[in-house]
């Protein structure tokens, strides 16, 4: 019986798993810090089983390794070039739902030399966004079309009912992985210009984007777009966009968090002398005791005291007397703590994935805009939304690489035929499907 590996049983692995233990005949393991998580993923099925691993462990973790016939890594993306490492050393195919970096890539001609497969970036965001979008590129090509502009919008966020909290946002994903992104540059192309955004600028340059059938959401740069002209192959188009989706008010508000510091992953100096998170605030500002916290912040600011965005820091806590987390030494660790207590889904709340794509389609007597929409609703009391569509895409990607369906060799994201279409395809079959829509557009 061929073995999966999957490392890592957090927020998003429950899908992937469940989903190779009821639809396949291979067995999976888990190796998780938490074996508890593990097991309970597992529940007792005959097919699987846990292991508890440090992923620091180098050793134990090259055996589980060397024992797979594929590894599926859910780690923090930090890790992936290592498992990698271990991945070629011993001749095993891999895939993450993660971004390639620099050092990933460098290994494509080594894993196609040894005729390994390493699949990044199959998930929802990055994954089934590319996937889907390549499907619709492909076809227009097919037809003797060009891609005049390309725009995506992606957003994982609390569903309307469950939108009851003033930040207008509650935690699907890693949560220190929504913060993290909330510091990266931008790039991208817009009408044949190309727009740069600095980290600290991000939430200035947000936009209202209307999705039809839900509703309005801001709407800000995801990343660097640029690379995926090449990537997806239309150097002809002049526009190149991808974005992301937040509920109204969530810009502003971190732009601001941002300003105050608590993005900041610099160790805190004398830390030991705060007791609350009003103590660090104050800190962060330069704030004496004497004065009047609330006053010295707007002022920081240059908000109003009765600002919405004041208000929601005050819900938030960071004006409170709340004590801080212990073992969390940066602004940014420590409100992480916070924000996982504050903004979290309550049991049988769902969470809601909207991914929105936008094309101008020129063919030799007609002009054609096609949008393709897809809105997927978590299960209450089961699994998110998000969970599913980051999941399940590397579980079925998993399958067909062990069923020899998909065989191209080195390090790849999921934009080939071969790739996508068995993908999607199955993601059909279980209920993940894409509204398009096809409008002529005049000259």
């Not at 001609?109 to 590319?130: Q, T």
């Not at 929409?373 to 699994?383: C, H, Q």
């Not at 579980?395 to 068995?422: D, Q």
Request: net charge positive; charged share 30%.
């Amino acid at each position: 019986m061929k073995e999966i590996l999957v490392l890592g049983a957090g927020m998003v692995s429950k899908p992937l798993v469940r989903y190779i233990l009821e639809q396949t005949d291979y067995f999976v393991k888990i190796a998780t810090r938490t074996i508890s998580k593990a097991e309970k993923i597992i529940d007792s099925h005959p097919h699987g089983e846990a292991h508890e691993l440090d992923v620091h462990d180098n050793i134990k973790l090259e055996k589980l390794i060397a024992k797979s016939d594929i590894v599926v890594s859910l780690l923090p993306y930090t890790y992936h070039v290592r498992v990698a490492h271990y991945c070629l050393k011993h001749r095993k195919h891999m895939i993450t739902t993660s971004y390639v970096n620099k050092e990933m890539q460098e290994l494509d001609k080594k894993a196609k030399n040894m005729k390994i497969l390493i699949l990044n970036e199959c998930g929802l965001d990055p994954g089934i966004d590319h996937m889907s979008a390549m499907r619709i590129i492909h076809k227009i090509k097919d037809n003797n079309g060009k891609i005049k502009g390309f725009s995506s919008y992606c957003g994982a966020l609390p569903s309307l009912e469950a939108n009851n909290n003033p930040m207008g946002y509650k935690f699907s994903w890693s949560p220190r992985g929504v913060l993290l992104a909330s510091k990266n540059s931008a790039r991208y192309l817009k009408n044949g210009k190309e727009i740069k955004i600095p980290g600290e600028k991000l939430f200035e340059h947000y936009t209202i984007k209307k999705i039809d059938g839900i509703g309005h959401f801001e709407n800000y740069p995801n990343r660097d777009s640029i690379p995926y002209i090449q990537k997806y192959g239309i150097p002809e188009t002049q526009t190149m966009y991808r974005g992301t989706l937040r509920h109204i008010g969530w810009c502003e508000t971190m732009k601001k968090i941002a300003d105050l510091g608590y993005l900041d992953e610099t160790k805190i100096d004398d830390l030991e002398k705060l007791v609350s998170y009003r103590d660090l605030t104050r800190k962060l500002i330069k704030n004496s005791k004497n004065n009047d916290l609330k006053k010295d912040l707007a002022r920081y600011l240059n908000i109003e005291t009765y600002s919405a965005v004041m208000k929601k820091i005050e819900w938030l806590g960071l004006l409170s007397n709340k004590k801080l987390p212990e073992n969390q030494h940066s602004p940014l660790d420590i409100l992480n703590t916070l924000a996982i207590e504050k903004l979290r889904f309550e049991n049988g709340e769902r969470d809601m994935v909207i991914l929105h794509h936008e094309f101008t389609a020129e063919y030799p007597s007609k002009k054609e805009h096609i949008t393709s929409t897809m809105i997927e609703y978590g299960i209450p009391y089961g699994d998110t939304a998000v969970a599913r569509t980051v999941g399940l895409p590397a579980a079925i990607a998993t399958k067909m690489i062990l069923e020899e369906k998909i065989e191209t060799p080195g390090v790849h994201i999921p934009i080939t035929r071969e790739i996508y279409n068995p993908i999607l395809d199955e993601l059909e079959h279980i209920g993940i499907v894409f509204n398009e829509k096809t409008e002529a557009e005049s000259s």
